[in-house]
Structures are given as C-alpha cells and as structure tokens.
C-alpha cells in the first residue's frame, strides 16, 4: 500500500484516476478532510470537472469545495454563507432532502472516489471511524478509489464502525485540527427554553438535541436527571457533565461535535457508542424507543403549526437534515415527545418569530404536529384543531406580538 507524508499523493492519485472528471465523497463533522482542502485551494486545477458530494454541517464545516474551482461542482442539503457564492452561480446543488432520504440516496450511488478520515489504525489492522461515523459506511464499499487520511487527533472510539487499513488506494498522515463547534455562552432566553424543555422529560427518558444554543442549553439541562438515553445525530459539549453526573446510561449518536476533550472523553466511555445515520435516523429506531424526546430548534413558526427551520428574510440558510426523521420517530414512540423550541421573538423583541403564516415553504408541515416551547410557555400542538392550535401559540409568544397575532388570526378565520 502506497503511503506518503504529505497530501500530494492524494492529489495525483485523484488527477490520475479522474483525468476526466468524477464524483467524489467528501465527510463532514469532524470528519472533514481540511488538509485535502487546503491542498487542492494551493493547486485548484487538481479539482476541475470533480463533483464533490457530502453532507457538511451550518457552522462547521466552512469549505466551499464547489467554489475550489470554476469547473468543480458540489451536492448537498444544506446551505450555508460560506458556500452562498457557488449556490448563486450554479455550481452547487442544493436538495431538499432528510438524513434518511439522503443516506438511501448515498447508500445506491457508486462514487469514482472517497476521502475518509480515520484513526490511526489498531494491531488488527482496522481504522476507526472515530467520531464521525454518519455517512461513510453507506459509500465506502461502493467507493473506487480511497483515499484514508489517518489523523494524530481522531481518536480510536470503543464503539463503532471501523474499515480495514488495507482496503485504502492511497494512505496519508495528517495532523491538522480536527474541526470543533462551540455554542459560544448560553443567552438567558436559551437557557429558560431550555429549562422548560427539560421538565418534559422524565427520568429514564432517550433524548434526542441538535446544534445551537437551544440544543446544546437543552443537553446541559439534562444533568439532573437520572437514567436517561441519548439517541441522537450528533452530541455536543454538555455531554462532558452528563456522564461525569451518571445522568445518561446509554449514548448512541452518529457524531460528537466540540472540543478535543469531547472527543478523547466519548472515544473511551463504554457507555458511548457510535452508529451511522443509517441507524440512528431511520424513523423506526427512535419510533421503537419508549419515551423518546426529540428536541430540535427552528427560525419560526406560524399560526398554522407549520415549522420553518431553513430560511432566513427570504434565503434558504441551512437545511432539513434530520429534523422530519426525529420529530417522526417521537410521534411514533409509545410516550414520545417530539419538541420544535424557538425564542419568542427576536431583534430586542421587534420581530416575533411566531408568525401568522410562514412566507416560505415550511420544514416541517401542520400534518406533523408538534409540542412548541418557547421561553414563555408550551403549546403541545398534538390533536388540537386549527383554532385551538392557533390560541396555543399566541399564548406563548412574546406578550408585546399576541394582541396583533390574534387579529390576523382572526382575519385569516374569517378568509377560510
């Protein structure tokens, strides 16, 4: 097997296997392979005519492999600021897709290439996946040309998937940072959404958070609580306290997102293990879990109870990515709660971020009701009808927006 001490090998091992061109993976989370990017932004020729295909998260991944060079393209369903140049001039597709679709999707799609960043590999001749194991069980046996970077800072996790050292075409040591994710402080409207969030869930609950400070408050809230799960996407920092407190029993996630002590901590606790999205997000996991409480943030929501978690003053910002997946699976779960939780307004309270009707298309639909939390209350959305849902809603927004909400919901009512 070919190995070499820096990434140029890779580089030409693309060129000379893709002279004309091919789609290639690329991980995300704290898998993403930034010496490869750095690599090919010095020498950008290397990445004319390739497609480069991966799910890169919002504020942590920031490459813009699309934008590497006028002829390379990109696929993926999110959008963020980094990659809005290349979105504008067509070289990157945006699909509207979940984890689950997008996991079926690259799980029947052969790639002409892969870049997989993996742990130094064990005395049995296996790497691990470390703690990015989502997307790249479902390409890589698919995968013509491998290219394994193993990373000094990818730790070994106890837990999860592994490929063998000698399946990689090309093999590269690496050692720049791993990429990380902070929440920055916890605003005092983060933190009192999140406390509500918490009194809905009792002990020996799963719990499901995402990203943000609503996600990361919600996970830290958790600490007092006893015999918890988490069945989730990804896990963030706070995780750190929940196992120092014995709060969570089981951890099952696809990534961990945060520092270098994140990640030595959940490579080496037996209670954490890590599976792909294939697993984690498939509806009927979370939907076989009694008690499962999925918990995940939004931009806002309308009278209606139809979620907007993608755009932003008439962009699309991010993506879908596994909001449907949880919410569904909690509806689905014997006991389930599946929780949408948003500030009440924003911009020093001018704009309240519980809206009459959304201007965009929604995230999530009024057939997927919800519980809504917001700093001033919940509104569980489940079974009401249209007017009750809408009465729930103003009573939980800001109290400077509800005299207006209830008029246009007055004056939608009488339109129907």
Known sequence: MPYSETIDAAIGALKSTLPNGGRVFVQGCAGEPLALAESLARQPEAAARLTFEGVWIPGVNRTDWAGLHALARAETIFLAPEWRDSFRAGQLAFSPMTYTQVWRRLSGRPFDAGVFTIAPP??????????????SPAVFDRTRLRIGLIHAAMPAVCDGPTVPLDTFDVVVQV????????AGMIDPVSAAIAARVGALVPDGATVQTG?????????????DHRGLSIHSGMVTEPLIILLDRDAVE?????????????YARVATDPRVRFRPVGETHAISTPAAIPRFIAVNSAIEIDLFGQVNAEWMDGRQVSGGGGLIDFLRGAWASDGGVPVVALPASAKGDALSRIVPRLSCPPSVGRGDPVVIVTEHGVADLRG????????????????????????AWSAMRRAM
């Open 122 to 135: 064990g005395a049995d001749g296996r790497c691990s996946l470390g703690v990015a194991a989502d997307f």
């Open 250 to 262: 089981r951890v099952t996630t696809g990534v961990a997102l945060g520092s270098a002590d994140l």
């Open 211 to 223: 990203l943000g400070k609503i996600g990361v408050a919600t996970l830290a809230a958790l600490a």
């Open 175 to 182: 050692d720049t940072p791993l990429p990380g994710y902070c």
């Open 384 to 407: 009401l009808s249209i007017d009750a849902r809408a009465a729930a809603l103003i009573d939980i927004a800001a109290p400077s927006h509800r005299d207006r909400l209830a008029e």
